[in-house]
């Protein structure tokens, strides 16, 4: 047992030098704003797919999609693909060549040029803190291994919400300063190559784990009915209950074709269009139709990794059906597994050294792809959307670098407490789901977000700076109604009345979290139309 977790341990070892190694290597002290935050728009094409990969497999998705699979027996939670394909292809077409031909670096001074300085603070005001939340929160998701590894080891005596907060605390700051250290030395350049190493062992460490599990489950003969047995397709749709029943029912589903093809392609429309985080990639390649084949491909390759995890979750189901494990972790109050934990259990109990190594860096690879991008995008955006304008901007780009560093070790330190924040409240709550906690983060304000952006690339004379204000207010707070976040909060302070509701009609659907960004843009979009611009531009 100590040489199979010194094995673990080095293989983890290995992986963190390799690519602090590779991030600071490539790093080459960028002098120059644009080389830090673009890397001179000098980036290969497959790179740059490698890094949209990387940023958009989280360690939520390599926990979450499992998690998915396992609860719900089934593939539906792919058909979500077709929207990231549908926008995908919308983005390379509209968005990308109208923030090339204007030569941004903060897509947010888009905005500015469109409508005005007030629309470019508020759209990255609200990108600051959607993706702050966003990504603090998953960045807590690979700190359970730590609190499972702790209650695999005292199986007598589980880890209390005291002890699960200060473990996660301790991986939290760890890998959080680790990603740091090359993000702020190297920009996005150290991100981008650090990404491709990711993205390897990612697919690597999944691939292992498909075939272990087949194999562990009687060979592919075994398993094969359930895997492609396995519904993939679902509309939603009930005979017998009325038109207006099935659209409020369809709405209040997560996983159906009609989320796939409108609330989907809304959500990727606004994550790969508006967010400055994932944009931010895209503009390092060398022109527009490299940033739109790169944005392409990466749809396709999610394909079948998303098949893949969702595969993972389904093995699993009837790996533990056959094989009950009564340290499986469960749910106090229900008694049900925890579908979020069953991967990683399986990963710490029955994988073997070595290969479980190469697994858990896959878990650190996600976490560190998808963080180092997000602390140099939140760096950019803030530095060039506030700071400069606050304290003035240095007439040197080295000190403009020297700023914007500073503000990659601000945004680290943040999201260490975001991500603390979130340990709390998981380990409290140990029956949430991660994959619509961080996509409903999204939904609540990145429909405001998109339909600015959308009067800004597809009007050449409407929409502006007073306009898109109430526009984006609106936005939010129909979001927040229809989703019934009004009554989450209002129980928080009413715990002790059961199923405390402030206000909530009978016929209004409760969406669930693929439809908010769709009904936030449209009804952002259908104001903001309502007003003139100051000047008429070809966006």
Same mark, same amino acid.
């Given at each position: 047992m100590n040489s199979g977790i010194l094995l673990d341990a080095l293989v983890i070892v290995a992986y963190f030098a390799i690519v602090l190694f590779i991030g600071l290597r490539m790093s080459r002290g960028e002098k120059s704003v644009e080389g830090f935050a673009l890397g001179n728009r000098q980036i290969a094409w497959w790179a740059v797919l490698a890094s949209i990969l990387a940023a958009e497999i989280s360690a939520g998705t390599f926990f979450g999609a499992p998690g998915e699979g396992f609860a719900l027996r089934n593939y539906t939670y792919i058909q979500l693909i077709i929207g990231y394909l549908l926008a995908r292809i919308l983005v390379s077409a509209v968005f990308i060549p109208a923030y090339y031909r204007y030569n941004v670096v903060s897509i947010y001074e888009f905005?500015?040029?469109?409508?005005?300085?007030?629309?470019?603070?508020?759209?990255?005001?609200?990108?600051?803190?959607?993706?702050?939340?966003?990504?603090?929160?998953?960045?807590?998701?690979p700190t359970v291994l730590l609190v499972m590894i702790w209650n695999l080891a005292h199986p007598e005596v589980h880890a209390t919400p005291m002890h699960e907060f200060w473990l996660c605390g301790g991986a939290l700051v760890f890998i959080t300063l680790a990603t740091a250290l090359y993000t702020t030395i190297g920009g996005i350049r150290a991100v981008i190559w650090t990404d491709v190493i990711q993205i390897v062992v990612l697919v690597s460490a999944l691939g292992f784990s498909l075939g272990y599990l087949i194999v562990h489950n009687g060979g592919w003969g075994a398993v094969s009915s359930t895997l492609l047995d396995a519904k993939v397709f679902d509309t939603g749709i009930k005979d017998g209950i009325g038109f207006w029943a099935n659209v409020k029912g369809v709405l209040e589903q997560e996983y159906t074709l009609w989320a796939a093809f409108l609330g989907s392609t809304f959500v990727t429309l606004a994550t790969h269009g508006t967010d400055q985080d994932m944009v931010q990639r895209m503009l390092t390649a060398k022109n527009k139709r490299q940033s739109a084949a790169a944005t392409i491909l990466s749809g396709l390759a999610d394909v079948p990794i998303q098949f893949a995890v969702l595969a993972i979750g389904i093995l699993l189901a009837v790996y533990y059906g056959a094989n009950p494990d009564p340290l499986l972790p469960r749910n106090p109050d229900t008694g049900a597994v925890i579908a979020n934990k069953a991967y990683p259990h399986?990963?710490?109990?029955?994988? *073997?050294?070595?290969?479980?190594?190469?697994?858990?860096? =896959?878990?650190?690879?996600? /976490?560190? $792809? @998808? &963080?180092?991008?997000?602390?140099?995008?939140?760096?950019?955006?803030?530095?060039?959307?506030?700071?400069?304008?606050?304290?003035?901007?240095?007439?040197?780009?080295?000190?403009?670098?020297r700023v914007l560093r500073l503000g990659t070790v601000i945004f680290a330190l943040?999201?260490?407490?975001?991500?603390?924040?979130?340990?709390?409240?998981?380990?409290?709550? *140990?029956?949430?789901?991660?994959?619509?906690?961080?996509? =409903?983060?999204?939904?609540? /304000?990145? $429909? @405001? &977000?998109?339909g600015v952006f959308l009067v800004g690339l597809f009007t050449r004379g409407r929409g502006n700076d007073v306009g898109?204000?109430?526009?984006?207010?609106?936005?939010?707070?129909?979001?927040?109604?229809?989703?019934?976040?009004?009554?989450?909060?209002?129980?928080?302070?009413?715990?002790?009345?059961?199923?405390?509701?402030?206000?909530?009609?009978?016929?209004?659907?409760?969406?669930?979290?693929?439809?908010?960004?769709?009904?936030?843009?449209? /009804?952002?979009?259908?104001?903001?139309?309502?007003?003139?611009?100051?000047?008429?531009?070809?966006?």
């Open positions: 905005l500015e040029m469109r409508f005005g300085p007030q629309t470019r603070r508020r759209a990255s005001a609200v990108f600051l803190v959607t993706r702050l939340l966003a990504s603090g929160t998953r960045l807590w998701v399986f990963i710490l109990t029955v994988m *073997p050294a070595g290969l479980r190594g190469l697994v858990l860096a =896959g878990v650190l690879a996600t /976490t560190m $792809g @998808s &963080l180092s991008t997000a602390i140099n995008s939140l760096a950019t955006s803030y530095v060039r959307d506030f700071h400069f304008r606050w304290f003035g901007e240095p007439t040197e780009d080295k000190g403009r670098v943040l999201f260490i407490v975001v991500g603390l924040g979130t340990a709390w409240v998981t380990a409290l709550n *140990p029956q949430l789901r991660i994959i619509p906690i961080i996509l =409903g983060i999204f939904g609540y /304000t990145y $429909g @405001s &977000l998109l898109n204000g109430i526009a984006m207010l609106a936005g939010f707070l129909i979001v927040v109604i229809l989703s019934g976040l009004h009554n989450d909060v209002w129980r928080l302070f009413h715990p002790g009345v059961k199923n405390a509701v402030l206000w909530q009609a009978d016929w209004l659907p409760v969406i669930e979290f693929p439809w908010r960004v769709f009904f936030g843009a449209v /009804t952002s979009f259908a104001i903001a139309v309502c007003f003139r611009s100051p000047r008429r531009m070809d966006a």
